[in-house]
């Protein structure tokens, strides 16, 4: 073999090596790993969708409304001083946040409508506002249709790029705003044929139904992975404990979980790339002392932190001036399941997420 053949095949064999080494070297960015989240739904996933308040010329700050509320002391707060009202409707961190921990960012990404036009930060946006339902209900603000419906418009002028797409993950958290203007069974003589009218039920089956055509849009787009959250007992939510002063859940409306749960678990039960995100079980092992894996976690389950003095009001209700607190709050959140009417602490919602963070990872492989 000539010295010409020789050197020629050590520079091809040379040339394949550096090749490898840039392959081995490519951008983290090239990775097909999950790296950007985007969030729809109600509070359990806004980190700030809701219309910031306009200020009152006439008061040293804007006035609190139950609208507004997320925007003032005490949410945010973490009840030791700290002044931080983000637009989340807890004292702090909520489940769109720890999802977004779990994935390895700081947490969920910035939400869409604290977002420059034309702009989507590398680790998604959130597009849950507080209120939301899969239909339009009383609050009337964006139903999870109308979210995608946004997500969609902005893949189509380019602001959110289809590679991203096809490297994200979905939350959709519907909580079960839906059902919030169903009769209340305690006013009902006979609660389970209440429960088990065709009508109610047939309601639900148009509510799961509407959940699941949305999933199917944002697979259409591209998105691979959706974490999908079941509703949580809704029946144990302070909202819903007042009447008997905290002491036990209301039955008629966990049945409406159940019914939705077991719905939405049939029609997903065909799809791939959708992982349930089991908040009944999670909720229910934390509330219910009889079968529960938390128990101990918390002093205070079915009563809120932050709760008003006026049965019908709201947290963070004030009064005429700025002294005026018409509501009470308790001396340590981390003891308290719930942080108002419906949303639970940030201590709450880590004790729900540690219990789902395993099958999340094994769903997004990212043991």
Not at 81 to 93: A, K, V
Not at 230 to 253: I, M, W, Y
């Amino acid at each position: 073999m000539t010295s010409m053949k020789i050197i020629s095949i050590l520079c091809l064999f040379f040339l394949a090596l550096n090749a490898a080494r840039v392959e081995s070297r490519r951008n983290p960015d090239d990775r097909p790993e999950f790296r950007h989240l985007f969030v729809f739904g109600d509070s359990f996933g806004d980190n700030g969708n809701t219309p910031k308040p306009r200020t009152n010329p006439f008061r040293r700050s804007p006035a609190v409304t139950e609208k507004t509320r997320q925007w003032f002391f005490p949410y945010g707060s973490f009840t030791d001083g700290r002044q931080n009202p983000t637009g989340r409707f807890s004292n702090y961190l909520v489940q769109s946040d720890l999802v977004a921990q779990i994935m390895g960012l700081d947490t969920a990404p910035p939400a869409y409508m604290l977002t420059e036009k034309n702009t989507c930060d590398k680790s998604g946006m959130t597009f849950a506002v507080g209120g939301a339902g899969a239909f339009q209900v009383p609050s009337k603000v964006a139903t999870l249709s109308d979210q995608v419906d946004t997500f969609e418009s902005l893949i189509a002028d380019g602001t959110i790029s289809r590679r991203r797409v096809e490297h994200s993950v979905a939350l959709i958290a519907i909580s079960g705003n839906d059902y919030t203007s169903l009769g209340d069974e305690r006013e009902d003589p006979n609660i389970h044929a209440f429960v088990k009218n065709e009508t109610i039920h047939g309601f639900i089956r148009n509510v799961t139904e509407e959940i699941v055509n949305n999933v199917q849009r944002l697979q259409e787009m591209g998105v691979t992975k959706i974490l999908m959250n079941n509703l949580p007992p809704v029946g144990c939510a302070p909202s819903r404990t007042v009447p008997n002063l905290f002491t036990e859940c209301d039955r008629g409306r966990n049945h409406y979980a159940s019914v939705h749960n077991d719905a939405l678990k049939m029609l997903l039960r065909a799809m791939d790339g959708v992982h349930t995100v089991d908040l009944n079980t999670a909720f229910t092992n934390i509330i219910d002392g009889t079968n529960g894996e938390n128990t101990d976690a918390f002093d205070e389950k079915l009563s809120p932190c932050c709760q008003s003095m006026d049965p019908k009001g709201y947290c963070g209700q004030m009064g005429e001036s700025d002294s005026d607190f018409r509501y009470t709050l308790c001396e340590n959140a981390d003891k308290y399941f719930y942080w108002d009417d419906m949303n639970p602490t940030q201590a709450g919602w880590e004790t729900v997420m540690e219990q789902l963070e395993d099958p999340i990872k094994e769903f997004l492989e990212l043991n």
